[in-house]
Every structure is written in C-alpha cells, then in structure tokens.
C-alpha cells in the first residue's frame, strides 16, 4: 500500500483548480475580443463594377437601399446590404445585397470558392464585414447583436460536433441553451430525432457517426426552436437520397408551418428546384444573377438538350454522332459516356417539332435505343456562370 502525502494531493487539487480557473478567464477574455473586434463596422464602399451587372441584381440592391432609407427592414424576415470582405486585396464576397421574405427560401449558389461559406460566417457574425449591414427584421447585426444571433438557426458546412456526447445529449444540450425548460426537453429532442431520422443512432457517440449521419445531426441542432432565420451550408452533402427526402420536408415544415426563414447553399440542383424561391448565382463573390427558377431558366437558357441513348448490343455511338452532325448540324456534344451522348442546341429556329422528327427518323434508321429532349437546366445555367470563377 502506498501512502498519500494529503497535502502534496492537496497542493496538486489547488493548483489544478487555479489553472482551470486562469484559462477560462483566458478563453472569455480572447472570445469577447474576437466578438468585439467582429461588431466594428467597416467603412462604406462603392461597389466596383468590372463587369456589366445582371439587371436583376442591380434592382435587389436598388430595393435594399431604399428599404433602409424607409427604415421598412421589419417587413421582411432578413436584409443584406453591400456584405463586403477583403483578403489583402482580394475581395472575397464583394457587396452584397439581397432580401429574404417571411417564409421564403433563398438559394445562394457558386462553385468552390465563390464566397457562399464566407458570406454565412459574416451574415451569423463569426467573421468581420469589412463593410455592409444585416437585418433579422428590424434587428442589426452590428446594434442588436445579441438579439440578432438568438433568431438565427446555422448548420455549418463542416460538422462543428463535441465528439464525446451522444446524438441525444448535443441535442438536449442546445434546446437547454435555447431556453426550453426539462418539462419540454424530452418531447421536443425525441420529436427532432424522429424528424431528421437519427431514431438508431441517437444514443451513441458522436465521432463514430458516419459522414451522413454528422450532417443530419448538425441540421437537427440549427432547427432546435424553430429560429426566424436558418441558414443551411449544404446540409445535405453526404447524406443518402432517402434521408436526403426526408430533411427536405423537414425544411419545408419549418419553413410552412414554424414561418422560418431560410438561406440555403447546395451544391444539388435538384435540392435548390425543389426548395428555393428564389436563387442568386455567385461568381468570385459578386451576384452574376438572380430570380426565380423559372425566371432565370427564360431569361439565360438557350435552346434545347438531347440525349441519347446507344444500344450496347449494336456500340455504334461514332455512327450515330455523325448523323446527328449531318442533320443537326447545330448540335454541340457536351457529353459521351457509358453509351448515352449528350448534345445542346442554342439554335432558337430549331422547334421542338423538327427535334422529335428528326430523332424518330434516328431511332428508326440506327435503332437509337432511347432519347430524351430537355429545355435548358438550372445546372447548365450555373455551369455556364461557373466557368468564370
């Protein structure tokens, strides 16, 4: 048996609880200054046109400026104005202005690197504006702060989880943080549980979930009590097509029946046909457009896109490539793979008429298996803003 020196024990307990103590107050210390430095406003700046602004873009600017000059920022559920960050002299999002109404969803698209996670982490206020205003109604990032972030629900782009908790208990940790009292806890963390489909998983650790399973976790913590604003990073990257289904009735529930608001980024354009009211499309950190699905779909798509689809029996794709050529002579191949071509027609003189024509007679002559005739996607329009990042 060993001995214990009580007050060497004694000694080691004190000078634990002196540390512990020292670097709290060094973690409140450094977290108040990194929030005080976030609240600072930035000097206004003139947005810098270099190149010729979509018109749509220019009017939501227009609209924003003269709700702030009304002070009218109440009647809508969020408004950005002229949302600026600079790295060095790069200008990573670069004066943006857009509003969200009550019960709408707004998609903000780009490709990797266009500003979406950086405009996120401004508009939550982890990260300094080095210009811009928002407003969660009349509430100001910058004079109503605190109130601000309380109406915000963020699921991150990357899972910000404490790894060693359950599911459960993350859950119940934020609806406590939230304000719901131990009466309320179990009913409203199990109905969230069911909702997002973690019902398995709820009760074991959170660094062994699975990749799909942290995201489902991390859009379930942005919906505790339902906040004015959520904003989803895509929240649903990773995720399975069933589960996938399933947040996105979730989302639509929050949205119809709680009147949530939401700011969406995905990289699926099928998500964003299926949620988003309204879309803006990012290039290095500027809107390069913005409206309605189909809104955008009549102003910036151009024709029509055909695929085909090869009999693999017969594996005479180069044949069929040259009649299509012959007689479409318009056709531009966008894709070839695993038997199926895929061409886009901007020609507006070819009607839908001559295309079915044209791809029966096809059919007929070299057995074309199967053939499909689209108006211009969404994704091909945000393929097409892409390839100016």
């Given at each position: 048996?060993?001995?214990?020196?009580?007050?060497?024990?004694?000694?080691?307990?004190?000078?634990?609880?002196?540390?512990?103590?020292?670097?709290?107050?060094?973690?409140?210390?450094?977290?108040?200054?990194?929030?005080?430095?976030?609240?600072?406003r930035g000097e206004e700046q003139t947005p810098r046109l270099l190149v010729e602004e979509d018109s749509d873009v220019t009017a939501e600017r227009q609209k924003t400026e003269m709700i702030l000059k009304q002070k009218q920022m109440k009647k809508f559920a969020f408004l950005a104005y002229n949302v600026t960050k600079t790295y060095e002299v790069l200008p990573v999002v670069d004066h943006l202005s857009f509003t969200v109404a009550s019960k709408q969803c707004f998609g903000l698209l780009g490709a990797n690197g266009a500003g979406k996670t950086?405009?996120?982490?401004?508009?939550?206020?982890?990260?300094?504006?080095?210009?811009?205003?928002?407003?969660?109604?009349?509430?100001?990032?910058?004079?109503?702060?605190?109130?601000?972030?309380?109406?915000?629900?963020?699921?991150?782009?990357?899972?910000?989880?404490?790894?060693?908790?359950?599911?459960?208990?993350?859950?119940?940790?934020?609806?406590?943080?939230?304000?719901?009292?131990?009466?309320?806890?179990?009913?409203?963390v199990d109905s969230l549980i069911t909702s997002i489909g973690l019902q398995d998983y709820a009760s074991n650790i959170a660094e062994n979930y699975s990749g799909g399973n942290k995201r489902k976790l991390s859009f379930g913590l942005a919906l505790i009590g339902f906040p004015t604003l959520l904003l989803l990073d895509e929240p649903t990257t990773g995720v399975d097509p069933v589960a996938r289904r399933k947040i996105w009735s979730v989302i639509e529930s929050a949205r119809e029946k709680c009147g949530s608001s939401i700011i969406l980024t995905s990289h699926s354009m099928d998500e964003c046909e299926a949620l988003c009211h309204v879309?803006?499309?990012?290039?290095?950190?500027?809107?390069?457009?913005?409206?309605?699905?189909?809104?955008?779909?009549?102003?910036?798509?151009?024709?029509?896109?055909?695929?085909?689809?090869?009999?693999?029996?017969?594996?005479?794709?180069?044949?069929?490539?040259?009649?299509?050529?012959?007689?479409?002579?318009?056709?531009?191949?966008?894709?070839?793979?695993?038997?199926?071509?895929?061409?886009?027609?901007e020609d507006a003189q070819v009607t839908l008429g001559s295309l079915f024509r044209t791809l029966?007679?096809?059919?007929?002559?070299?057995?074309?298996?199967?053939?499909?005739?689209?108006?211009?996607?969404?994704?091909?329009?945000?393929?097409?803003?892409?390839?100016?990042q």
């Open positions: 048996m060993y001995e214990i020196d009580v007050n060497k024990f004694l000694e080691q307990v004190a000078f634990q609880f002196t540390l512990s103590l020292v670097f709290f107050a060094l973690i409140i210390v450094i977290e108040a200054s990194i929030d005080i430095y976030n609240q600072e950086t405009t996120f982490r401004m508009l939550i206020g982890d990260t300094r504006m080095d210009s811009g205003e928002a407003f969660i109604g009349d509430l100001s990032i910058f004079s109503n702060r605190k109130q601000y972030r309380q109406e915000i629900g963020y699921c991150p782009q990357f899972d910000a989880l404490i790894p060693n908790l359950t599911g459960k208990e993350m859950l119940c940790l934020f609806a406590r943080l939230r304000g719901y009292d131990e009466k309320q806890l179990d009913l409203v879309i803006g499309i990012m290039v290095k950190g500027k809107f390069r457009c913005m409206g309605s699905v189909q809104q955008l779909k009549t102003k910036f798509g151009r024709g029509h896109t055909i695929t085909l689809k090869v009999n693999a029996n017969l594996n005479n794709a180069h044949d069929m490539h040259m009649w299509i050529l012959n007689h479409l002579p318009n056709a531009i191949l966008k894709d070839y793979h695993n038997m199926m071509l895929q061409y886009h027609i029966e007679a096809l059919k007929t002559e070299l057995l074309l298996e199967d053939y499909q005739i689209n108006d211009t996607s969404i994704e091909q329009i945000f393929l097409g803003f892409a390839t100016e």
